[in-house]
């Protein structure tokens, strides 16, 4: 998965590897010129222009590929993690309702603050590890046995005890990475929660209680950090005792062969010089191929979201120019699938007509906020169908139903930017006489004009720098600018707003409205009632044949 995302950006893959090539041969040139000169020097031929000049190209060509081998790869890196975080997000807001009340918020946040970055970061530590470090590993090595194939073998004894104090290390570093894990996720949860309960904690004096609980998951996160650090000085201080060790046996036994004429005071420097080289490549290989697997590994629950497709249908076809806005629930039947055994809906039917302002009413749990949901094709019916103008709602096209029937709830969700933005938002064509508009027929307008910024007013995040009301006035004037067929109202009417929804349906700004409500003055304004009582229709009619009834609707 990480070579074909990689492929996607194979001209900058290409040219980065290009450069590692390059810098690669400059870096082994280096050190073979360099013994040459040494050679000729001792010889008594002295230091030529020619030899400098080998020198120096070699030492050029490693130090301007090599950067450009870095830029490259970290360009590489970017345009890897661009990619995949919009696709990951493109795939993530098409998912049904049930994948993020099972996931939580914080989980998913990770994916792209952490597991996407190290994902891209596979592709160009694989090219450092395999082609950089392994090649020149080997290329080098060779180089060292054709030049003192003693010494070489000697040099050589440092691969077996690095490996086997890699295999140690490794294992201790992942038990220690994956408590880290656990603890910054339980970090980063106490924090979001706290933030989001902040009003709670304040009614409750619970700060120092919040303050405690993050001060002790703190506390283990630096506990661990530091067992990380001191495990990783230890290895470190083992490596380099061992480094240090085969280092002195090598220069005795050179020491003897310069000394019985094996090898010349040129070879010996170009030996040692590719020595160091082998070093550092054999000891990014042993400690960065682990980090290179880990990075490569974190993909797998990114990919595992990509593979994941929604629930129920994704949408149909039809996109009529026109719609009446008739909705018909037809034995509609819903149960939460965390909930089997508790039917929500029990086979409902009703209409809400075209033109006319409907109320759906009932106690807390009776089904409405579910009714409205399946509507809005936030859920999919067990059984039964919902209706729009006789079409079932998964014929139509999924992004031309949302334009149609659109919904505004008692607590909006604004986001960050201006009113403006929030009010056309999803809009590409959007006209300033309808704006004003919509803006006018929600009440937004006396509120927006006093604002100093007006429309270019931002609302902060989630509209916090609004009032309450205020935000469901700028909701109102989003839904409405849409000229929806149904417009869906959950508790979104104020005081003093009971006759708007007719007079929006007179004017032509919605078709049909559906209010859901619980409050006398609203029921009594509705054009018809449709009264919920434990999942089932307990009532339909007009606000004066209810009254007559004295049944459900009277127990409101």
């Not at 005071?265 to 054999?282: E, K, M, N, R």
């Not at 919920?532 to 606000?543: N, R």
């Amino acid at each position: 998965r990480v070579l074909a995302l990689t492929w996607e950006e194979r001209k900058v893959a290409g040219a980065a590897f290009l450069c590692l090539a390059l810098a690669a041969f400059g870096e082994t040139l280096g050190p073979y010129v360099t013994g040459k000169v040494l050679d000729a020097i001792g010889s008594g031929d002295g230091l030529t222009a020619g030899a400098v000049g080998m020198v120096a190209a070699a030492g050029a060509t490693s130090v301007l590929f090599s950067g450009c081998r870095g830029g490259l790869f970290m360009l590489l890196k970017a345009r890897l993690r661009q990619t995949l975080s919009l696709r990951l997000f493109s795939h993530l807001v098409r998912q049904d309702l049930d994948f993020f009340q099972g996931t939580p918020a914080a989980e998913l946040l990770a994916q792209f603050s952490m597991e996407v970055p190290r994902v891209c970061m596979a592709a160009p530590m694989g090219a450092n590890l395999l082609f950089r470090s392994l090649g020149m590993a080997l290329v080098v090595g060779a180089f060292m046995v054709r030049l003192a194939p003693g010494l070489a073998l000697l040099a050589l004894l440092e691969l077996p005890f690095g490996i086997a104090t890699h295999r140690i290390q490794s294992a201790r570093k992942q038990a220690l990475q994956q408590a880290m894990l656990k603890a910054s996720a339980r970090t980063a949860s106490g924090v979001q929660e706290s933030v989001a309960a902040i009003e709670t904690i304040r009614i409750f004096s619970a700060a120092e209680e919040e303050e405690r609980r993050h001060s002790w998951n703190l506390a283990e996160e630096l506990r661990l950090k530091e067992r990380m650090e001191l495990e990783l000085a230890f290895f470190t201080l083992v490596h380099r005792l061992l480094q240090l060790t085969i280092r002195v046996l090598v220069l005795f036994r050179s020491h003897q062969q310069l000394r019985d004429g094996y090898i010349t005071p040129g070879v010996l420097v170009t030996f040692l010089l590719y020595q160091d080289t082998v070093g550092s490549h054999i000891q990014t290989l042993l400690y960065g191929f682990n980090e290179f697997l880990t990075s490569a590994a974190a993909g797998q629950k990114i990919w595992k979201y990509l593979d994941r497709e929604p629930t129920g249908d994704v949408g149909g076809t039809r996109e009529p120019p026109e719609l009446q806005g008739h909705v018909t629930f037809q034995n509609v039947s819903f149960t939460y699938p965390r909930n089997p055994e508790h039917p929500v809906l029990k086979d409902v039917t009703f209409e809400v007509r075209s033109g006319e302002v409907t109320v759906l009413a009932g106690h807390n749990g009776s089904g409405k906020s579910t009714a409205v949901a399946l509507l809005e094709r936030l859920r999919h019916p067990g059984s039964g169908r919902v209706l729009l103008d006789g079409i079932p709602l998964p014929e139509y096209e999924h992004r031309y139903l949302h334009r149609k029937v659109v919904l505004v709830e008692q607590d909006p969700v604004l986001f960050s930017g201006t009113i403006r933005e929030n009010i056309v938002l999803g809009l590409e064509h959007c006209k300033e006489s309808e704006l004003w508009e919509a803006a006018t027929a929600a009440g937004a307008m006396d509120f927006i004009l006093e604002l100093e910024q007006g429309w270019d007013t931002e609302v902060g995040e989630h509209g916090g720098r609004l009032a309450a009301g205020e935000r469901r006035r700028v909701a109102l004037a989003r839904a409405l600018l849409r000229h929806p067929a149904v417009l869906i109202l959950d508790e979104a009417l104020d005081d003093g707003d009971e006759r708007a929804a007719q007079r929006w349906v007179r004017t032509g700004l919605a078709q049909t409205v559906l209010v859901v409500s619980h409050r006398p003055r609203v029921l009594d304004a509705a054009d018809r009632l449709v009264v919920l009582e434990g999942g089932a229709v307990a009532e339909m009619g007009t606000p004066a044949e209810l009254r007559e009834h004295c049944g459900a609707y009277s127990r409101l």
